[in-house]
């Protein structure tokens, strides 16, 4: 049944300094598939962001085929029937061709205990080359950001989470029509040439990463931390399934997650939304119902065992100490995410509310400045759609030799400080401030509203933007006491104490440069966020 209903919501927000008011304007729209519009008005440039997301991310992987959304996102640039291509029929012979040979290189290598006759694979391969070859002249590079940005389109991107997929691109008001008629387009009729290529992309993404210093030991930790549920393994996958993921693989995982009943579509800026409504129906609503995706299946098993982990190698010498939380919109979110902005000063809330960090935390004033323990320290609450995590990190003193088990030490002293004594008001509210500040930052941009409100959407609606801010305001010590006794223990933690060979301060290498915002999107690690681009 269509429905269109006008929501509105006011977010009254005090900080530290002033008091503001947000209002915002979300007008919803579903249509006969499943697909759910978002639409909030902002008159003024005649410019609209808009998104697509779907409810699919590594959590929804196997092994075996770990890595394959991220794949999946890099693939939805390749073109489809009608994009990408001048010849749609010559192509397609050609990719019949190219499928057929790399079956049997696959079975060759993959399917035999020896790793298969290398001269049978030579030969195959060289023939692939040749077909590749022949296919070029009917594939049009980077089409869809060409077409585009010939219609003054910028920052198109994608991004790979956890959880969640995104497109984006922000056009004119009047060329928003465009976005709706490509999306729906790579949405019915995605088409996957080039895939053994771009396979090989992503693989070299992931060489990348494993160069990083302690990319390794970091993906061991999460792996020994989440040792059930999907968050088991990282969003660019395991070398091992990249090389064996096929395009059965892939078709296979767009058919059951790009759906439009597995989707929101956001839009943001100067527009009626009678217009996207039309518009929205004339071309999403063309594409076909899926079937209902079922949720992930394994959660978070109790721990009931200290976990400890041990490291060395040319990354920075570090400290983390990790502890099980539950999942996004648990009665305990609001008072862990106030103890990370309590400990950390930055905020507490993970990806909603920002996480911990900066000077003015508890944790710098008193292992910093007073004990003079460490360089940097830092607690977050990450409560994430399927499972949470409660995380301290810090880097010791390397001018007067402490020892992480010192650092680890004076962590959890503090720790059983708060499960004893709790925090102040003061701490409290400087904390809420903070957590309030940080999110409404968040949606001072088109951008930000659109990825807050959709990842909201995807998981328990919108609205609950508006509930969780609002819990925030409700903690008390007595609730940061409760939730630092019961989660902040032993039995419910893993320490990771990594030391660099040959000792000294050097810092590791810093994060890749960030994609590029106005070109085709390229492969970005985003390891704090759990997402790749």
Not at 42 to 71: D, F, M, W
Not at 202 to 213: I, K, Y
Not at 351 to 358: I, P, Q
């Amino acid at each position: 049944m269509k429905r269109s209903i006008v929501l509105w919501f006011i977010l009254l927000v005090f900080t530290s300094l002033a008091a503001g008011e947000i209002t915002l304007d979300v007008q919803e729209h579903v249509l006969d598939n499943g697909l759910k519009i978002l639409m909030i008005p902002q008159p003024g440039a005649p410019l609209v962001t808009c998104h697509l997301y779907y409810k699919a991310g590594s959590v929804n992987e196997r092994p075996g085929i770990t890595g394959i959304a991220h794949l999946h996102e890099h693939m939805m640039f390749k073109g489809t029937k009608i994009m990408g291509v001048t010849d749609y029929e010559k192509d397609a012979a050609i990719d019949r061709q190219i499928d057929a040979i790399m079956d049997k290189i696959y079975r060759e290598m993959h399917w035999t205990a020896d790793g298969g006759d290398p001269a049978k694979i030579a030969e195959w391969k060289k023939e692939y080359e040749e077909l590749v070859a022949s296919e070029k002249p009917y594939i049009v590079k980077d089409a869809l950001w060409e077409l585009y940005m010939k219609n003054g389109g910028t920052g198109l991107n994608a991004s790979t989470g956890n959880e969640m997929t995104g497109y984006y691109v922000t056009l004119p008001a009047n060329k928003v029509e465009l976005q709706m008629l490509l999306e729906s387009d790579r949405m019915a009729n995605a088409y996957f040439r080039e895939f053994y290529s771009e396979k090989d992309v992503v693989m070299e993404e992931r060489r990348l990463s494993e160069n990083r210093a302690g990319y390794l030991f970091g993906e061991q930790v999460n792996a020994a931390f989440y040792v059930a549920t999907p968050y088991h393994w990282g969003v660019i996958g395991w070398m091992d399934d990249l090389r064996k993921i096929t395009k059965n693989d892939l078709i296979e995982f767009n058919q059951t997650y790009y759906i439009p009943n597995n989707a929101v579509a956001v839009y943001v800026g100067d527009f009626d939304p009678a217009d996207i409504i039309a518009m929205a129906e004339k071309y999403f609503g063309r594409v076909p119902c899926g079937k209902d995706v079922e949720p992930i299946r394994t959660y978070v098993p109790p721990q009931d065992c200290e976990k400890r982990i041990y490291g060395k190698g040319n990354a920075p010498t570090s400290l983390q100490i990790m502890f099980h939380i539950p999942p996004a919109g648990h009665p305990d979110t609001a008072p862990l995410s106030i103890l990370a902005a309590v400990l950390g000063s930055g905020g507490g809330g993970g990806r909603r509310f920002g996480g911990g960090g900066g000077m003015t935390g508890r944790l710098p004033k008193i292992l910093i400045k007073e004990k003079e323990l460490a360089v940097s320290v830092s607690a977050f609450s990450r409560p994430q759609w399927y499972a949470g995590v409660f995380q301290f990190r810090a880097m010791p003193r390397f001018d007067r030799n402490v020892p992480l088990e010192d650092l680890e030490k004076a962590v959890w002293e503090e720790i059983a400080r708060i499960q004893q004594d709790g925090v102040t008001e003061e701490e409290i509210q400087m904390a809420q401030n903070r957590s309030e500040a940080m999110f409404v930052r968040s949606l001072s941009m088109s951008r930000g509203v659109a990825r807050r409100v959709a990842e909201a959407e995807l998981t328990r609606g919108w609205r609950s933007l508006l509930t969780d801010l609002e819990a925030l305001q409700q903690v008390t010590s007595d609730d940061i006491k409760r939730v630092a006794a019961h989660y902040l223990v032993k039995n419910n933690s893993l320490t990771a104490l990594y030391e660099r060979e040959g000792g000294g301060p050097r810092r590791g290498p810093g994060r890749r440069p960030g994609g590029r915002p106005d070109g085709p999107p390229r492969g970005q690690s985003n390891a704090e966020q759990g997402g790749v681009e």
